[in-house]
């Protein structure tokens, strides 16, 4: 079968979480990756892989994301996207010229919207659907952010097909197409032997923005190595050891690190929590992000942080916790649907790509919509 596989280019997480999966199912169907920003660099080396536009957050001088600067920069490709433009038309031809049978999104809104306008059935496969297609799980505070970013993100990408969901924590499906498994595993994770390290790790998503002053004082006043990726800056500087990316050695350093300082994304925390690493989420100012430190905190496998008031307090703190932290990664680990949820995609993927091919479309009826809702690389570019 001949597959679009849309991958959201705002940071490293959906491509990790897209490789896990994509050599099982190029061995299978003829798969064409559509991504633009870090997902492309990330998966064009690898895979044929298609450029596409993306909408992501921009930065201000202070480190957090500005309002104005998004909506600026992000006017014109979500201009395209909601009215259709250059960019969805270039879109929509590279499909019709691979004669894309089906389409998976991890969280891809060109790829999802335009699977609509050529009626091919979808797959919804990431982290985010757990908002917006599992039942609320907010806490009081996040309550009404969830609620609006839950329905902001069926507005944009509809209700598909099927719908898989990877995520470090579990959730109630409010819609009967859902399936959730847990984190997704690269081979590399899955090939690495954890290790009781004594340095901390630090991961930076955007880390030109983040990696902001008063964060480098407080690293610089700990009693322990740190290993830092993602500022674009490498070498040993005191006792902070600065590291640029790459695949082998940061799944080395995350598998031997003592624990994890991070921003908040589902992929890297479902990966330190498989190796036993209590975390220190500092959410981007995004409901996602904030949602997954919240659950971290309540899980009680590591402690939320603040990218803008970090102090070498903070960080002290979460380490002397480190040992009650191992204890609840182990006990959750024991629990039903936790752990590596690669093997139970692949094959929740095999068998609903199957049942959705034109032939099986044809033999069975169609879920109607009140049931299914409850409630070589190319340019292409706008």
């Known amino acids: ?183 997704m595993l690269r081979d590399e994770v899955r090939a690495a032997r954890p290790r009781e390290g004594d340095y901390l790790l630090a991961y930076f998503n955007k880390g030109e923005h983040q990696y902001l002053p008063h964060i480098d004082r407080a690293l610089r006043l700990l009693d322990c190595k740190v290993r830092v990726y993602g500022t674009g800056r490498s070498g040993e500087d005191e006792n902070l050891d600065f590291r640029l990316p790459s695949v082998e050695g940061f799944v080395n350093d995350l598998a031997s690190c003592r624990a994890v300082l991070s921003t908040a994304g589902n992929q890297l925390i479902g990966e330190a929590l498989h190796f036993g690493k209590p975390v220190l989420a500092m959410p981007e100012p995004a409901f996602e992000q904030r949602l997954n430190a919240y659950m971290i905190e309540s899980m009680g496998v590591g402690q939320r942080g603040d990218l803008l008031t970090l102090t070498p307090s903070d960080v002290d703190r979460f380490l002397g916790s480190c040992d009650r932290f191992r204890g609840n990664i182990a006990w959750h680990a024991q629990q039903p649907g936790a752990g590596d949820g690669c093997a139970q995609a692949i094959e929740w993927l095999r068998q609903n790509i199957a049942e959705l091919q034109p032939q099986s479309r044809a033999a069975r009826p169609r879920l109607s919509a009140a049931r299914r809702s409850p409630v070589s690389p190319v340019r292409v570019g706008v």
């Open 1 to 183: 079968m001949r597959i679009a596989y849309g991958v959201m280019g705002y940071g490293r997480g959906h491509a990790m979480r897209t490789m896990s999966v994509l050599p099982a199912l190029c061995r299978d169907h003829e798969v064409t990756v559509f991504a633009g920003g870090d997902a492309y660099e990330v998966l064009a080396p690898r895979f044929t892989t298609v450029r596409i536009p993306t909408i992501g957050y921009q930065y201000g001088s202070g480190g957090t994301h500005s309002l104005p600067m998004t909506l600026v920069r992000n006017f014109s490709p979500v201009a395209d996207l909601l009215f259709g433009g250059r960019g969805t038309e270039q879109v929509s031809e590279a499909m019709r010229s691979r004669g894309i049978e089906l389409v998976i999104s991890d969280s891809e809104a060109w790829t999802h919207r335009v699977a609509q306008r050529l009626s091919l059935p979808r797959i919804s496969f990431d982290h985010v659907g757990i908002i917006a297609y599992c039942k609320p799980h907010f806490p009081p505070d996040l309550w009404a952010l969830g609620m609006r970013d839950g329905w902001g993100y069926r507005q944009l990408m509809g209700v598909p097909e099927r719908i898989l969901i990877s995520s470090f924590y579990r959730a109630e499906p409010a819609y009967p197409q859902v399936q959730l498994v847990g984190p």
